[in-house]
């Protein structure tokens, strides 16, 4: 079944503590997503990665930082979560040629304390 | 830079009656507009898109979308709502290459027995 998986769904931790929330897709998609997703905001671009080894800052990077080592995975790391970035984050992938048509991950919802 | 402004941040219909939800765009180019689905606790799901064809077009679940370019809209319609279609509406724009898709604050849909 094609899917975009995320781990973990719910995370609950404390200001400071590194996290990496996983994103994995088995569509052999090259481009990939970070979004979060806050209310009455919508959603808005935390980074995206077109290939391998290629990453590009989207609306609201600060925070965080990515990778992409592998097609098929784009982590998404937070190096000292604080508590502005409580919030729900998505994974998407897509091919780079209808980036519109995105697969969406079910979410991680994160809590920093 | 474009974006898109949804009229209505929360809509409420009886069930078997029309749908209509809104969106306004704003482009400095020829547009490609989408109407994504987030049912609750799930990811996000392509409903439908223009892409510079057929001005009037059909997604899934008997959804459609007209582009009116005059009125820079691109307004979501269902002739009778189902229950199953609660959800959160979520209006995006891009344009042609490489640019990232940009959210509308989305429109949370219920429909009521």
């Known amino acids: 079944e094609a899917q975009v998986t995320q781990n973990p769904r719910y995370l609950i931790t404390v200001t400071g503590k590194k996290l990496t929330v996983t994103c994995s897709q088995n569509m052999n998609h090259e481009y990939m997503s970070w979004y979060r997703q806050d209310p009455g905001l919508g959603l808005r671009q935390i980074y995206y990665?077109?290939?391998?080894?290629?990453?590009d800052k989207g609306d609201v990077p600060e925070g965080y930082k990515v990778s992409r080592k592998e097609k098929r995975n784009f982590p998404l790391i937070l190096e000292s979560p604080s508590p502005n970035q409580t919030s729900l984050y998505f994974c998407?992938?897509?091919?780079?040629?209808?980036?519109?048509?995105?697969?969406f991950g079910p979410g991680t919802r994160l809590t920093v304390t | 830079a474009q974006s898109v402004t949804q009229l209505d941040s929360h809509v409420s219909v009886s069930e078997g009656t029309p749908v209509l939800l809104r969106c306004n765009y704003s482009s400095s180019y020829s547009p490609s507009l989408f109407w994504y689905v987030q049912h609750p606790n799930k990811g996000l799901q392509l409903l439908l898109k223009y892409t510079s064809a057929a001005t009037l077009v059909k997604g899934i679940n008997g959804f459609e979308a007209e582009f009116k370019k005059s009125e820079t809209s691109f307004h979501l319609t269902k002739p009778s709502a189902h229950m199953s279609d609660a959800a959160e509406y979520f209006c995006?724009?891009?344009?042609?290459?490489?640019?990232?898709?940009?959210f509308g604050k989305g429109t949370r849909l219920s429909v009521i027995a």
């Open positions: 990665s077109m290939n391998v080894e290629v990453t």
């Open positions: 998407a992938s897509s091919m780079l040629a209808s980036q519109y048509e995105q697969y």
């Open positions: 995006v724009v891009t344009v042609p290459g490489n640019t990232p898709l940009v």
